[in-house]
């Protein structure tokens, strides 16, 4: 339940709603559309599927890496949708806006929001993981 509420609160808010104010601070009229409320069921089976390969496969680093990389163009995509004109200082914009509105998302993904669930540290080792 974590993996699939955490991919999409913060899947929605690194590839959606963050690339979305950062083009209208760029000026570029971007448009604001939710994938979890147009396509429900197919956000929600991806999710729930990629948490399942995540729990019983266990490849945690190539699922987080192949997210990244899919978020990264993700918001890229988004942006250069919106973007009339292409010179050095737009892409300049877009590039610091694509790796803030990833950047910020997947240190709380990664680090933030596994810490709300953890209850207390392990009695071995002493650090804090379930």
Same mark, same amino acid.
């Given at each position: 339940?974590?993996?699939?509420? $955490?991919?999409?609160?913060?899947?929605?808010?690194?590839?959606?709603?963050?690339?979305?104010?950062?083009? *209208?601070?760029?000026?570029?009229? =971007?448009?604001?559309?939710?994938?979890?409320?147009?396509?429900?069921?197919?956000?929600?089976?991806?999710?729930?599927?990629?948490?399942?390969? $995540?729990?019983?496969?266990?490849?945690?680093?190539? *699922?987080? =890496?192949?997210?990244?990389?899919?978020?990264?163009?993700?918001?890229?995509?988004?942006?250069?949708?919106?973007?009339?004109?292409? *010179?050095?200082?737009?892409?300049?914009?877009?590039?610091?806006?694509?790796?803030?509105?990833?950047?910020?998302?997947?240190?709380?993904?990664?680090?933030?929001?596994?810490?709300?669930?953890?209850?207390?540290?392990?009695?071995?080792?002493?650090?804090?993981?379930?």
């Amino acid at each position: 339940m974590v993996g699939v509420v $955490g991919a999409i609160l913060i899947g929605s808010l690194s590839d959606v709603l963050l690339p979305w104010v950062g083009g *209208n601070l760029l000026g570029l009229e =971007t448009i604001l559309h939710l994938p979890i409320l147009e396509s429900s069921f197919l956000i929600l089976g991806m999710a729930i599927i990629g948490s399942l390969f $995540g729990i019983y496969i266990g490849l945690f680093k190539i *699922n987080h =890496t192949l997210h990244v990389f899919l978020s990264v163009f993700a918001s890229l995509f988004y942006l250069l949708a919106f973007s009339i004109s292409m *010179n050095v200082w737009v892409v300049l914009a877009i590039s610091l806006v694509v790796f803030l509105v990833v950047y910020i998302p997947c240190c709380i993904s990664d680090i933030v929001f596994p810490l709300l669930f953890i209850k207390k540290p392990c009695r071995k080792c002493g650090h804090w993981h379930d």
